[in-house]
């Protein structure tokens, strides 16, 4: 994570500033792992709604057949 980018940014958009030891990227980092672990999970849950949908599907065209 570059922080230099983001405080610059920061002051830019809403002239506060801070440093790269501001115990606010604490919580930008645990909210990083949050989200990632809930990317995991979605793109899991994603993976089984596709499975489940058209996973027949490509096995029926694949013997000669559709399957609707």
Do not use: C
Not at 4 to 9: D, N, S
Not at 13 to 32: C, Q, S, Y
Not at 43 to 48: C, K, M, T
């Amino acid at each position: 994570m570059d922080r230099r980018k983001y405080i610059a940014e920061l002051a830019e958009k809403t002239g506060v500033r801070i440093d790269e030891d501001d115990p606010i990227f604490a919580v930008v980092l645990l909210n990083r792992a949050i989200l990632q672990d809930q990317k995991t999970e979605l793109e899991s849950l994603v993976g089984q709604l596709v499975k489940a949908r058209w996973g027949n599907q490509r096995r029926g065209h694949q013997a000669g057949r559709r399957t609707v």
